[in-house]
C-alpha cells in the first residue's frame, strides 16, 4: 500500500495491489469507512499508484501507469470520484509522479519526470487543476521530489534533490507557492526527507537524516515553519520514517524504527505534539513491520505497509486503527504476508522467514508450499528462529539465518536439509561469533557453498563474514576475501566466475571496498584480486517493495552507463539502462518484471551500476 486519502466515508487506496476490500480492483481502489469493503468505483490502472489526493469531485492520482479507466494516461490523472472515469484533465508526465498537492486551483506535483503539463519541468511542477496544463511556476530541481505538502503560501518539498529553485538545497526546501522563488527557509538535512506534514506553525519531517535544521535530530524533527531552525521537539527515532499525519496534540509516524519518543513502538507510534514523547497509543505490529503511509479521518487512523497483525487483530498489509485506542476496527481489506527468503525448484516454492505458519499449516520460519496450489507440504524442518537465506542445489535444501536448532538438531546459522524428507544432512559447518551469528546470504556453484552474514569462524576456520564451504565435507576452503573483524555480508551473487557480495565491510583482500565488492573465484580456492570498485552511494526506495522500487545514485562524471538487475545466481534478469548518463544524482526505477515483461517472484535481487568511476551495487527485497 503506497497511498491513502479520505473524503467523507471513502477511503481511497493506491498501491500494487490487484485484490483488496474483496474485490478484485488493479492498483486503485474506493473502500468503505465503515465496512472496509471495495465500492463499484473502479478505474483499472495498468500500474502502480504513488500518491493521491482529493477535491472538487475529483480523486488525482499519480505513479507508474500509462493508462486508467480504460484511458492513456502517463503517470498522472484526474478521475470523477462518483464513476472513476477519467476526466478530460492530462498532463502527461514523462516519468513518473510520486507526490501530489492540491492548493486552489493549483495542484503541485512531484517526482521523476523532465516534463509534465506540455512544458520543460525538472521533478516538480504547478499544474492548473482546470486544464492541466503547466503554470509558470517552475522551481526546477535537480533530483527526485518524493514529499510536499503546501501551508500559508508556501510549497514545502522534500526528496533526494541538493539544489531547488537554482539555490543549494539538501533534501528540503520551501517555495513560493505564487512565484516557484526558493526562500531563505534551509533546514538542510543530512540525508534525505520522506514525509512531511504542517501543524502548528510548525513543518515535521522524517526520513533517513541525523542532522536538520542545525540540530542533531534522528529520522524525525519538527522545523520552524519561519526559520526553517529545528525547535525542541526530539522524538529521537532509531531507524527511518516514511509516513506521518499530524491531528491537533498528536503527530503519527510510520517506518522501520523500533524506538520512537522514548519507547519501543515497532513502526507505528503516535507523539505528543508538544513534547515528542510517545504516547500510550500502541497497535503494535510485529517488529518486522512497516508502515508507510497513513492517513487520518476523525477518530480512525489509517494505515498501510508491510505487517501480518495490528490492533491485536491479524491485519495483512492494511488496517483501520481506533486514534484513541490504537486497536483495529472490523474493516478488513486483507492483503498477503512476506517471507524474507524464497527459492523455486520443479514444482516446490521454499519459504523462510518471520513466520510461524504459511500455506494453511504451521510452519516454523520454513516451509515447502506446493508451487500450484500455495498449499504446505508435509516437508517441515522445524527451524527456532527466523531464516533469511535458502539455496537449492540438487536433492538439499541449504538454509541460512539466526536459528539454533532445525530438523531437531543443533546447527548454529546454517544447515543442508534433504529436499525429500525435510531432515537435516550431517552437513555442519558451526557458525560462530562473538554474540548471536547470523548467515544472512548463501549461493552454491558445484562443490561450493558461498556463505555471508555475521560471524568470526565457519567450517573450522577463522572467517570475518564471507566464506566458501565443501560442499561434502562442511570444511572452510582455503578461499579466504580477508575481510576485517567486525565486517558483515548481506548478500552473494555469482557472475561469470565472480563472487559478487555486498554488505558492512570496508576492505577486501586488504584493499579498500566500501560496502561493495567482487572476487573471483578458482577451482584451486586460490585467492584472486577483486575487480569492483570503492562502491558510492546506492539506494532502493522502498525496500522492501510490492510493484516498483527507484534506485537513486551519483555518478561523478557523464558517461557510458549499464544498470541491471541480478538474481541471487548472478544472472541478468532485467537491464534498466545501457547509455550515457549526465553526471550528478541520477535515478532508475524498476517495476519487478523481467526483461520480457513476466513479474519476477518475490525474493532479494541485487541491482548494480557500472560506469567509468562508479561501481555500485544495493540489495533490495519484491514482495509477493
Not at 577483486?530 to 555518478?555: E, H, M, N
Not at 541491471?564 to 549526465?582: C, E, F, K, P, Q
Request: aromatic fraction near 8%.
Amino acid at each position: 500500500m503506497d497511498a491513502l486519502a479520505v473524503s467523507g466515508g471513502t477511503v481511497y487506496a493506491g498501491g500494487y495491489f490487484t485484490t483488496i476490500g474483496g474485490q478484485t480492483r488493479f492498483h486503485l481502489a474506493a473502500l468503505d469507512a465503515g465496512t472496509g469493503n471495495a465500492t463499484g468505483w473502479n478505474p483499472n490502472a495498468n500500474d502502480n499508484v504513488y500518491t493521491l489526493a482529493v477535491g472538487e469531485g475529483r480523486v488525482y492520482a499519480g505513479g507508474l501507469f500509462t493508462t486508467i479507466g480504460g484511458l492513456g494516461r502517463n503517470f498522472i490523472a484526474a478521475l470523477d470520484v462518483t464513476t472513476g472515469n477519467p476526466i478530460g484533465w492530462n498532463p502527461s508526465a514523462n516519468s513518473a509522479v510520486l507526490a501530489l498537492v492540491k492548493s486552489g486551483t493549483t495542484i503541485y506535483a512531484g517526482g521523476t519526470f523532465s516534463s509534465i503539463g506540455g512544458q520543460t519541468r525538472n521533478f516538480i511542477a504547478a499544474l492548473d487543476a482546470t486544464t492541466g496544463n503547466a503554470t509558470a511556476w517552475n522551481p526546477v530541481g535537480n533530483s527526485t521530489v518524493r514529499a510536499m505538502v503546501a501551508s500559508g503560501g508556501v510549497v514545502y518539498a522534500g526528496g533526494s534533490f541538493t539544489s531547488m529553485g537554482g539555490q543549494p538545497r539538501n533534501y528540503l526546501a520551501a517555495i513560493d507557492a505564487a512565484t516557484g522563488i526558493v526562500g531563505g527557509w534551509n533546514p538542510n538535512p543530512a540525508d534525505w526527507v520522506y514525509a512531511m506534514g504542517v501543524s502548528g506553525g510548525r513543518i515535521y519531517a522524517g526520513g533517513s537524516f541525523t542532522i536538520i535544521g542545525g540540530q542533531a535530530r534522528k529520522n524525525l524533527a519538527a522545523l520552524d515553519a519561519t526559520t526553517g531552525n529545528a525547535t525542541g521537539w526530539n522524538p529521537n527515532a532509531d531507524d527511518r520514517v516514511l509516513a506521518l499525519a499530524t491531528n491537533g496534540g498528536a503527530v503519527y509516524v510510520g517506518g522501520n524504527f523500533a524506538t520512537v519518543g522514548g519507547q519501543p513502538r515497532h513502526g507505528i507510534a503516535a507523539l505528543d505534539a508538544t513534547v515528542g514523547s510517545a504516547t500510550s497509543w500502541n497497535p503494535n505490529p510485529p517488529a518486522s513491520s512497516q508502515i508507510g503511509t497513513l492517513a487520518l479521518d476523525g477518530s480512525t487512523v489509517y494505515v498501510g505497509g508491510v505487517f501480518t497483525s495490528i490492533g491485536a487483530q491479524p491485519r495483512n498489509d492494511i488496517a483501520a486503527l481506533d486514534a484513541a485506542t490504537g486497536l483495529a476496527t472490523s474493516w478488513n481489506p486483507g492483503a498477503n504476508s512476506v517471507p524474507t527468503a524464497l527459492v523455486v525448484s520443479g514444482g516446490t516454492v521454499y519459504a523462510g522467514g518471520y513466520f510461524t505458519t504459511i500455506g494453511g499449516q504451521p510452519r516454523r520460519h520454513i516451509a515447502a508450499l506446493d508451487a500450484t496450489t500455495g498449499s504446505a507440504t508435509s516437508w517441515n524442518p522445524d527451524a527456532n528462529a527466523e531464516l533469511l537465506a535458502l539455496a537449492v542445489n540438487g536433492g538439499t535444501v541449504y538454509a541460512g539465518g539466526r536459528f539454533t536448532t532445525i530438523g531437531g538438531q543443533t546447527r548454529n546459522a546454517i544447515a543442508a536439509i534433504d529436499a525429500i524428507t525435510g531432515n537435516p544432512t550431517s552437513w555442519n559447518p558451526n557458525v560462530q561469533n562473538d554474540a548471536s551469528p547470523l548467515l544472512g546470504a548463501l549461493a552454491v556453484n558445484g562443490s561450493a557453498v558461498y556463505a555471508g552474514g555475521i560471524f568470526t569462524s565457519i567450517g573450522g576456520q577463522v572467517r570475518y563474514g564471507l566464506a566458501a564451504i565443501d560442499a561434502g565435507t562442511a570444511a572452510a576452503t582455503s578461499w579466504n576475501p580477508s575481510l576485517l573483524y567486525g565486517s558483515g555480508v548481506g548478500t552473494i551473487a555469482l557472475s561469470n566466475g565472480l563472487v559478487c557480495v555486498g554488505g558492512g565491510f570496508t576492505s577486501i583482500l586488504n584493499l579498500s571496498h566500501s560496502y561493495f565488492g567482487g572476487i573471483y573465484q578458482s577451482v584451486s580456492g586460490v585467492d584472486q584480486p577483486p575487480v569492483a570498485q570503492s562502491r558510492a552511494q546506492l539506494r532502493a526506495t522502498p525496500d522492501p517493495f510490492y510493484g516498483t522500487v527507484a534506485f537513486d545514485f551519483y555518478l561523478p562524471e557523464t558517461g557510458a552507463v549499464a544498470v541491471a538487475l541480478y538474481d541471487l545466481a548472478g544472472r541478468i534478469v532485467r537491464h534498466l539502462h545501457s547509455g550515457t548518463m549526465m553526471a550528478g544524482d541520477r535515478y532508475v526505477d524498476w517495476d519487478g518484471r523481467d526483461d520480457d515483461g513476466r513479474p519476477m517472484r518475490a525474493g532479494l535481487y541485487v541491482v548494480r551500476v557500472r560506469a567509468r568511476r562508479a561501481d555500485l551495487s544495493a540489495k533490495v527485497f519484491r514482495l509477493r
